[in-house]
Each structure stands twice: as C-alpha cells, then as structure tokens.
C-alpha cells in the first residue's frame, strides 16, 4: 500500500473549513492507502504563541480528528513533538535545503512582515515539513493548495539529498499532492479564507444555538439588499456550504428560492442551520466522549507515537549512514 502523510496545525478545536477543506479527504484516504497524520505542534513554535494553551490545542486537535472518523488502528495518528526524529532529520535537511528559496516562500514571506523579530525557525518552516513528509518516505500528500509550494520544496529537498547521498538508487521519493475536491472555504464574513485567527468559522463543537447565532447575520449575495430582490446563489457564500451540508434536492431548491425570491436570506439560512446541525451532531458527540476519557486519549496518543517511532528510526538509521556518520552503539 503506498503511503500518505498529511500534518495539521495544533489549533485546538477543528472548524468546518479545515474539516471540508482537509480531514474529510483524510478519513475517506484511510481505505486505500496506509495513512500517517501528525498534529503538527513543532511548526506551532514557529509562530508567537502562549505554552500554557499549547498542549491543551494539541490534545483537542487529536480528540477532532478521532471525532471525525480518522482512525487510529488502520492510520497512524501521533503528535509531531512525541517523536524527535522530525527535528533531527531537519537538522539534516537545513544543510542542503537553498536559503534564497526559502526566504522566497509566500507563507513566509507573509508571516514575517506581520512579525518585528522574525525567527530561524519560521525561516526553516518547510524545512521541517520537508523532514515530516520524508521520515516517512510518503508518496502522496493531502493538501490545499496553499501547500503547493512548501511541497515543491519538499520535491527539491528529496532530490538533492538523493543526488549527494544516493548515487546508486533514490532513497526518498518524490511526494505528489492530492488535492481536495473542496475549494478553499470562505469564512462566515464572506471576506477571507475560514480561519481561527480571524472568527469567522463555525466550529465542529458548536452546538446548535451557536450554528444558529453564527449564520443568521453571516454575509449572503451582496446584491440582494430587500427581501423581495432575486438573488444568485453562485454569488453567495453560504450557497457554497448548503452544497456541503444539504442533500442534492434541498440544494436545488435553495437556488430556486433564491433565484426567484421565494425565500429571503434568513429562511435559507434556517435550512443550512438544520442540514449543518444533522451533520455536525454526531461528531460533536463523539468529541464529547473522548474528552469524558482522557485516558484513552492519552493511549492513543502513545500508540500512534510507538508506531510512527519504529519508521522514524529506521529512515534515521538509513539516513545518518549514507551521510557517513560514525554508527551510534547502544546506549
Ligand atoms: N504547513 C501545513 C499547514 O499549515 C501543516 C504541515 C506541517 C503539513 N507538516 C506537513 C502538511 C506535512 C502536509 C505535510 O497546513
């Protein structure tokens, strides 16, 4: 079975944009392919944060994705930071990773003028993601397409280490991305992307009242200004998320509705609040079990971190020799 290997930022509770955008296509991957999915806590540093709220974002980010449907005996699911091998063969990358590309990337081109001190670490960035996906010697990657550039890097990273260090037969190949049906999902402002930073999400723990006080200002068509004006659905973002949560006889309806004014805002609204609710309520409840067990949270935790370790050791121990390092003995 080929290979996958996707990583998600520690930002505690999972929001209907990255569970559309990234872990749908995550869990539907665990039946053809042998998955390895990592909450990403060591690219969370890289970035101002608060430590006292970064283990509590990771353990709910891992409570998410079980919730989801991600499972943890057919993928291997593990925190970033539990298996030090990333940081090491990092290290390793830094060495043959080019500073002018990376100092060229768009993300962090983006993020450093939004910083007065900008970090080596957040400079490195798609060095460690590089170093993510190789440990694993991963195939494919499910990304958005925000991603495409830090895994083109990756693709540079494995081919210049191969031309130094596997002359005889490439030792890492050179991951493709699996892009997500799903196109980038619009925050409730209707302004940027779905985003945590920016409060504009509906989260996957909300329950139902908070769905509800959270779409009924939400932006629609903004040249629909009186009830009694046709709208166009292709014009409205929320049009876009009854495509995701409604059934194919409701969506067609909606965009009747609207078209002809059948239906002000509000009342389409109240169909996407139900269809959201029906949808959501399931994975809502089963989060809230996982939190009621912390315990076996915690040894899912550890297993995914055992499993991804005995790989991780492996391409270190292939690696660090054909860099010629001096063998380690046991200690
Ligand atoms: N940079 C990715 C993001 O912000 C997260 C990430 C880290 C990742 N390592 C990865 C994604 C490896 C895919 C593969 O979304």
Redo the contacts with the bound molecule.
Sequence with gaps: MHRV?????PSGELHIGNWLGAVQNWVALQDQYQCVY?V?DL?AITFPYQPAALAARTREMVVGLLAAGIDPERSILFVQSHVPEHAELQWLFTTVAPLGELERMTQFKDKAQRLESVSAGLLC?PV??AA??LLYRAEA?P??E??LQ?LEFTREIARRWNSLFALDAPYFPEPRALLTKARRIMGLDGQSKMSKSLGNTIGLNDPPEVIWEKLRPAKTDPKRVRRTDPGTPEDCNLYDLHRYFSPPDAVTNVALQCRSAGWGCLDCKRVLADNMVKTLTPIRERAAGLRAEPARVDEVIAHGARRASAIARETIAQVTARMGFLPRQEV
């Design positions: 290997f996707s990583g998600i930022q990592c990403v690219h960035y460690l993601q993510d996906i990657v990304v958005g925000d991603q830090h």
